[in-house]
């Protein structure tokens, strides 16, 4: 960990040294009623517009205005396979093959398509493992598959909880588990980063209990694309999801990214749901045609994809391309650990971070926990001019994202913290 101090200069000098500060001038920062920009720690949340993101959105349109159906064919970006210029990008982002990667859909979506794929319960082996404190679509989604399937959701329901007078899960307690109940769960689908406490979980190490089991492991890394490097393809795991509009800034509800390990590209005989999309490329428009499933993620696919969200990730995606996760990742650490050491100087007895302090653990995200917690604390920092968000019952996230926060952001973020625990 660098050795900090806690000056406006020394946040400053960060700022100076860094040399992924000019990525700011490419978002729109939100400004208060005054014009002066708002500190913007929601990136967790709901990540800001790149200030590319409508003239590519605007490119689609003058092509659709031009072409009309022939856009499919002679768009500058042509529709028919808009998808596949997402692939690679987004392969680089989450650590996958691009045969292994897929924008589609919206993300509790694909986790359904995914669990028709990779929930296969038997009488003896129908339980789905998840983390206690879980992101509540997650939880909504598993058990009405397990009810789909004809289980009681309170018998197949299995979950992996923290200890007593604890926030974060250990994986000696995940082991537990599966030594008592192994061999009757048919999957785990754990969050890569928990949206609450903020902790990053090792996905290559869930992955391999969890074959050791019989399991099947998918990951919803909603809380991760973007944000850490997650290495889906070395982590082993059998699928993982996740959405698009918070690290990677792609808008409000915009689609979600699908992994289906490579070990699993080439098999026809997984059960799934299959729309014209997932259908051979080369006779997709022979209308007569038995179903043929295309290799990889591809073959998840159900639909011909909304273009005007593709182009606002494409936007995006351009901008992870050019700088990299490996520098991103880098200067998170830094950013997120300048955070956590201001905030620890505070020394305030109302506060406390659950988010490890482990950079390995977490990504840009910090958890605060506010004791006799009300909301008003986080209603204060709101007005005066940090966006941050509330997660009941005690939780203010914050989240500087390295792409567009800057070291004087985190220094001003934690001053008006404790003008408003002082006063």
Same mark, same amino acid.
């Given at each position: ?5 806690n000056?406006?200069?020394f ?28 500190i ?45 210029f ?8 989450v ?82 588990i ?71 800034n ?20 997984l ?49 992870? #391309?050019?700088?990299?996760m $490996? /520098? @991103? *990742? !880098? ?11 201001? =905030?620890?100087q ?27 917690? #009300?909301?008003?604390?986080h $209603? /204060? @920092? *709101? !007005? ?11 939780? =203010? ?27």
């Amino acid at each position: 960990m660098p050795s900090f101090e806690n000056t406006p200069d020394f946040a400053k000098k960060l700022d100076r040294e860094d040399e992924l500060a000019s990525y700011r001038d490419k978002f729109h920062i939100p400004k208060d009623s005054c014009g002066n920009d708002l500190i913007y720690f929601c990136g967790n949340s709901l990540g800001l517009q790149p200030k590319t993101t409508k003239a590519y959105i605007n490119q689609e349109l003058d092509d659709w205005a031009e072409f009309g159906v022939e856009g499919h064919f002679h768009a500058k970006n042509p529709w028919l396979k808009y998808h596949e210029f997402l692939t690679e990008k987004m392969a680089k982002v989450v650590g996958a093959k691009p045969i292994e990667t897929v924008v589609m859909n919206t993300l509790t979506a694909n986790l359904h398509f995914m669990m028709v794929s990779f929930y296969q319960p038997t009488k003896t082996r129908y339980k789905i493992l998840i983390e206690s404190d879980a992101f509540p679509s997650d939880k909504y989604a598993v058990e009405s598959q397990i009810k789909h399937h004809g289980f009681d959701p309170k018998e197949g329901l299995v979950f992996w909880k923290p200890r007593k007078g604890e926030e974060l899960l250990r994986y000696e307690d995940l082991e537990a588990i599966l030594k008592a109940q192994g061999d009757e769960i048919a999957l785990i689908m754990v969050g890569a980063v928990n949206y609450y406490t903020g902790q990053y979980f090792n996905l290559k190490k869930i992955a391999e209990l969890g074959h050791n089991y019989g399991c099947m492991v998918g990951f919803d890394c909603a809380h991760g694309a973007g944000n850490v490097a997650l290495n889906l393809h070395d982590s082993g795991a059998d699928f993982a999801v996740w959405c698009t509009y918070k690290y990677l800034n792609s808008g409000p509800g915009s689609l979600s990214g699908c992994f289906v390990h490579e070990k699993h590209a080439y098999n026809k005989d997984l059960n799934r749901f299959a729309g014209w999309w997932s259908h051979n490329k080369k006779t997709r428009f022979n209308m007569r045609q038995e179903f043929d499933v295309l290799p990889g993620a591809e073959g998840w696919q159900v639909s011909n994809p909304p273009i005007l969200s593709m182009a606002a990730i494409k936007a995006s995606l351009d901008i992870f #391309d050019e700088v990299g996760m $490996e /520098k @991103l *990742t !880098e200067k998170s650490n830094k950013l997120t650990g300048y955070l956590e050491y201001l =905030i620890n100087q505070l020394q305030h007895k109302r506060i406390k971070i659950i988010t490890p302090s482990n950079p390995e653990e977490r990504g840009c995200q910090l958890s605060i926990q506010v004791k006799n917690a #009300d909301k008003s604390l986080h $209603e /204060k @920092l *709101t !007005e005066a001019g940090v966006v941050t968000d509330w997660r009941e019952p005690d939780v =203010i996230r914050c989240a500087p994202v390295p792409l567009y926060n800057s070291f004087t952001d985190v220094y001003k973020m934690v001053e008006r913290l404790k003008e408003i625990l002082n006063n």
